[in-house]
C-alpha cells in the first residue's frame, strides 16, 4: 500500500550531478521558469534561485521545459524546442554551476536530452506512458543520471509503484 511505497523510496538515494537526493541528505530545491523562454531569463531567475538556495543552505537543480506540450490553448508558449533549448539548457548548466533537469515527452527524445541534462522529468500526463519511462530509464542509467517521474493528479500515491518499476526494471 503506500505506507509500503513511501518507506520503499524513502530508504533509496539518488544523484543527480552533485547532490544526494534521499533520507539524510537535505532538502533539494527543483526550481526555473516554467518554460524556457530565452537564456536570458532562465540565467536571472536561476541565480536568483541560486543565491537563496545558498543562504538557506538548500541544494539547487534548474528546470525549465524546452517544450511546453501540455498548453490549454493552440497558441500557447511552448518554448524554443529541443535544439535551441538543449543549447540553452546546457549554457545555464555551464553558468550556474549546477544540475539541471527538464521534461521530456517522447521516446526519442531520451537519449539525446540525458546527454544534456542531470535529471531526465517526466510530466504528469505522461507518467504511465510505458515506452517513455522505460526509454527515459535505460537513457539516465547510460549517462549516470536520475529519472524524475511527476505524480499525475489522476493517480493515487500508490499507483505510482508501477511508473517507478518501469523505471527501475530500465536500468535506472
Known amino acids: 500500500g503506500p505506507r509500503r511505497l513511501y518507506t520503499l523510496l524513502m530508504k533509496r538515494t539518488c544523484t543527480v550531478g552533485v547532490h544526494t537526493i534521499g ?3 537535505p532538502l533539494v530545491v527543483i526550481a526555473g521558469p516554467c518554460t524556457l523562454e530565452s537564456k536570458h531569463l532562465g540565467l536571472e531567475v536561476g541565480k536568483r534561485v541560486l543565491d537563496a538556495c545558498a543562504g538557506l543552505g538548500l541544494p539547487y537543480i534548474f528546470k525549465a521545459s524546452f517544450d511546453k506540450a501540455n498548453r490549454s490553448s493552440l497558441s500557447g508558449q511552448r518554448g524554443p524546442g529541443l535544439e535551441r533549448g538543449l543549447e540553452e539548457l546546457a549554457a545555464i548548466k555551464d553558468e550556474l554551476g549546477v544540475p539541471i533537469t527538464t521534461d521530456v515527452h517522447t521516446p526519442e527524445q531520451c537519449a539525446q536530452v540525458a546527454e544534456v541534462v542531470d535529471l531526465l522529468q517526466i510530466p504528469a500526463f505522461l507518467s504511465r506512458q ?9 537513457a539516465a542509467a547510460a549517462r549516470g543520471g536520475a529519472v524524475n517521474v511527476k505524480k499525475g493528479q489522476f493517480l493515487a500515491p500508490a499507483e505510482m509503484q508501477g511508473a517507478v518499476g518501469k523505471v527501475r526494471g530500465s536500468g535506472c
Open 23 to 25: 533520507p539524510d541528505h
Open 130 to 138: 510505458t515506452d517513455l519511462l522505460v526509454a527515459a530509464g535505460e
